[in-house]
């Protein structure tokens, strides 16, 4: 059984299909990236499966709860993070998670367990007795954690929890759910920030005017192996340049693409990445003096605007698997 299942799932707004037959499946212990444009949909998927809003068909499930059907279930099991959240005036860091574990129904020593174990976790410690409207942004989104995490949920939803933060915050936030996902929480968590994503996500879910486009991990698409089809591999040789291009010309599977300093940019038309060793071991073997060979890593913002281009042009997002390519043996 999955921690998030999402089949079908449709909310529209009057004429506005804000989330347009969304299905997906997030395993336990997973960390995974929720990536759109603004109004692409996400924050309205994630409502709909923190039992904050009713979709308008189909169905969501946390650990194999219907959202819709137990709500006070599902919340039991998630712990909510939303994008905004409102901080009450004259009431200090230490009040207001103590009010929200008050809420939860904690009591006694095993409420002040729980705030103390919390604010650890966040270094909120040394800000109990600050005001939670005089807090930094940073300092706010650690106090939003914390309050998520009171009750100890097993899948985090959080709702583009780096915006606005500082980079210092972010790393700090990233260490965070790194710890987190360690912990073997389920983690699932917006943003219309790649690279910030990349690190730290096990898949990426990318959404696209509500529907969604492409889920694969993050590897793949830096990569380049998930979005353009092929291995991309930097040559450079000592000598002359011209080489290299001169040398693909004569290969079956491997394709020039354009002059770099002291070779170019090739790919090699296959996903495994052995295929990447026998090209390099054909080179040295036809004289070519390599002096640097290694894959191109993509930034992931390419990979999606090139899943989007595909889709313009009515291709699939990801290409499909490369015929192997024959032995030049
Ligand atoms: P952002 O990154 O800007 O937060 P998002 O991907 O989270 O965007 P949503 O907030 O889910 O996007 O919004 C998706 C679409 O649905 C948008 O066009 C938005 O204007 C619309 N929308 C969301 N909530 C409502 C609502 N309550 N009433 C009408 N339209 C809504």
């Given at each position: ?233 930097d040559v450079q040789v000592e000598g002359d340049p011209?080489a290299v ?14 002059t770099r300093k002291q070779g170019g ?24 003096r390599v002096t640097e ?37």
């Amino acid at each position: 059984m999955s921690a998030l299942k999402v089949s079908n799932l449709y909310r529209t707004f009057g004429k506005l299909k804000a989330v347009n037959g969304v299905s997906f499946e997030i395993p336990h212990g997973a960390v995974c990236g929720f990536v759109g444009a603004n109004g692409a949909g996400k924050t309205t998927t994630m409502r709909i499966i923190a039992s904050l809003d009713y979709p308008t068909l189909g169905k969501a499930e946390v650990c194999g709860i219907n959202v819709v059907h137990h709500p006070a279930e599902v919340r039991k099991l998630i712990g909510w993070m939303p994008d905004h959240f409102g901080n009450y005036e004259h009431m200090t860091v230490l009040e207001y998670l103590d009010f929200y574990a008050r809420a939860l129904g904690y009591k006694g020593a095993e409420r002040r367990q729980r705030i103390e174990e919390v604010m650890d976790f966040t270094d909120l410690g040394p800000l109990a007795s600050r005001f939670s409207n005089k807090l930094s942004k940073g300092m706010t989104q650690r106090l939003g954690l914390g309050r998520a995490l009171l009750h100890d949920p097993q899948v985090l939803i959080m709702d583009e929890p780096a915006a606005g933060l500082d980079p210092k915050a972010r790393v700090e936030l990233k260490h965070l759910i790194r710890v987190l996902a360690e912990e073997g929480k389920t983690i699932f968590i917006s943003s219309h920030i790649l690279s910030e994503l990349g690190e730290m996500c096990d898949s990426l879910l990318f959404i696209n005017e509500g529907r969604i486009v492409h889920h694969g991990d993050a590897e793949s698409l830096k990569t380049g192996s998930d979005a353009v089809g092929g291995l991309l591999y930097d040559v450079q040789v000592e000598g002359d340049p011209q080489a290299v291009s001169d040398w693909c010309v004569l290969q079956p599977n491997v394709e020039f693409l354009e002059t770099r300093k002291q070779g170019g940019r090739i790919r090699i038309q296959s996903d495994e990445t052995g295929a990447a060793a026998d090209v390099l071991a054909r080179m040295i073997k036809d004289h070519l003096r390599v002096t640097e060979y290694h894959r191109e890593q993509r930034n992931l913002e390419d990979a999606f605007i090139d899943i989007l281009g595909r889709l313009d042009q009515g291709q699939p997002a990801v290409p499909p698997p490369l015929p192997t390519p024959p032995s030049n043996n």
